[in-house]
């Protein structure tokens, strides 16, 4: 088994001190693999990444990333460490070109060293290279989340936390959207994704947890719960995790 | 537009406007100054607003801090250079305050938070005579000498302030081409994505507000010295209104934008009163009414502003 590179050890975390989401989360992604969150709205998928990023500090409960603690740590000093977030829905800045997006993505970086970084990234997405100078407005969807992928890849992230990569696109771009997450899991990069588009994102992932009510519900194989005749009901939250629960 | 076009138009124009003074009658010299003093605030505010999208609406407080700094020391023997960078650090260091409450609230709220802060500068101004000389005011501002060069002229004067203006305009060009003026555009279009890639939102808010202070600052010392006497009427908050409304005409977020709307705002009114031509004579008396339906006019069919239009003509000639 892969080891472990992002721990969540009993996290408590909200957005308000009346709106608790994840309560006494436990789970864990592991390194070289995609990690597939799944489970119904308010389970608390997209709170998972976003207090894993610094977004949200956990009121209880411990965040670590290769072992050592990040509850609370700001996004800046997370990318620094090695990790990387791309937001739900569109993420690119609209009135900036998209060598201008590129740049953004190594904002943290010395400003030597970020064209090096982009010609990197644009060896991986040629189809991005043509379009440099454009508006990033005027790219296609499949186009915008690559450029979002790439800019999120020019820091050379050890994790990447993407959040419903598929939203707006059509069936042969996720397809392909995900195939790219697959390379780079291959690659060594750990994937940690919430998707709604469960039953392609499986057949991508090594692993999902299923979150119900802020908990674990449920740690199996992608190929296994990917095969489970139980599956809509189980990412509907209807309650049959139970049959299957998560590993104490 | 290539690099090269846009220096040569850009060189073009400030030829123009160098050579046309000295066939101006002095009270154009003197709005044409005026425009340019103005710009320099209006950039200030369009990369505050336009390129950072923190609305505000306290712009002229800082024109006025920096102006009411000017009187005071320039009187007091103070070369211009040496006022300047006072001016600018003031203003800087106030308006890195006013930003706080933008890390709190958005859009509206900060209008009117910020509105509430020029109406406060406003009545400093007003009340602390003994500094300001209240609503008497502080007369006798001298204008400056360069290298030995006097510029108490209406023409040297234009001519000091539009190299000044320029020297201020390439500052700006420069730090919106920086990583800086990526960040205030980022800022801008989605603060959380922003953060997401690591700009330091909090930081970027109060710099957006602080260098577009400095730049109003600067603009209040060129102004104290053009009119030579100031009172507070002219930072009054309908300032700051004006002042973002000549942003929002010329084109929030565009470079020239504030130019084009600030000679819209400050020269389009006189140009109209003024005007003898017989069949705009009417214009002498109805010129502010007209002024205001080419706003709303404007702003209903434009409402990207001027600059925009070439990006309206193009959306209109694509795909609907």
Known sequence: MAEKIIEFDRVVAGYSPSLTILNETTLDARKGEITLLIGPNGAGKSTVLKTLFGFLTPRSGEVRFEGRRINGKPPRELLAEGLAYVPQGRNLFPSLTVRHNLELGGFTLPRAEVPARIDEVLQRFPRIRERLDNQASTMSGGEQKQLEIGRALLLRPRVLLIDEPSIGLSPILVRDVMALLRSLADAGTTVLMVEQNVRTALKYSNRALVLEMGRLALDRPASELLGDPDLNRLFLGAGSAKAHPAPA | MNARVHLLALAAALAALAIVALYLKRSEVYLLTLWAVYVMATMGLNLTAGYAGQMSLGQAAFFGI????????????????????????????????????????????????????????????????????????????????????????????????????????????????????????????????????GVNITAYTLLAFAIGAAFAGVGGVYYASLVEFI???????????????????GGSGKFYGPALGTAIVILLPEFLRGSSTPWLKFMQVWYLAVFGIAVVALMIWLPGGLLSIRERLDRKGGPQ
């Open chain 2, 231 to 249: 009172e507070p009427g002219p930072f009054h908050f309908s300032t700051s209104l004006m002042m973002l409304l000549a942003v929002i005409v």
């Open chain 2, 66 to 197: 920096g102006a009411y700094l000017a009187a005071i020391l320039l009187k007091l023997g103070w070369p211009f250079l040496a006022v300047l960078p006072v001016a600018a650090l003031v203003c800087f260091v106030v308006g890195l305050a006013l930003g706080f409450p933008a890390l709190r609230v958005q859009h509206h709220y900060l209008a009117f938070a910020t509105l509430g802060f020029n109406v406060l500068v406003y009545l400093a101004m007003r009340n602390e005579e003994q500094i300001t000389g209240g609503t008497f005011g502080i007369s006798g501002i001298p204008r400056p000498t360069f290298l030995g060069i006097d510029l108490g002229g209406h023409v040297a004067y234009w001519y000091w302030t539009l190299g000044s203006l320029v020297v201020l305009g390439g500052i700006l060009w420069w730090l919106l081409r920086s990583p800086w003026g990526r960040a205030f555009a980022a800022l801008r279009d989605n603060p959380i994505r922003a953060e997401s890639l």
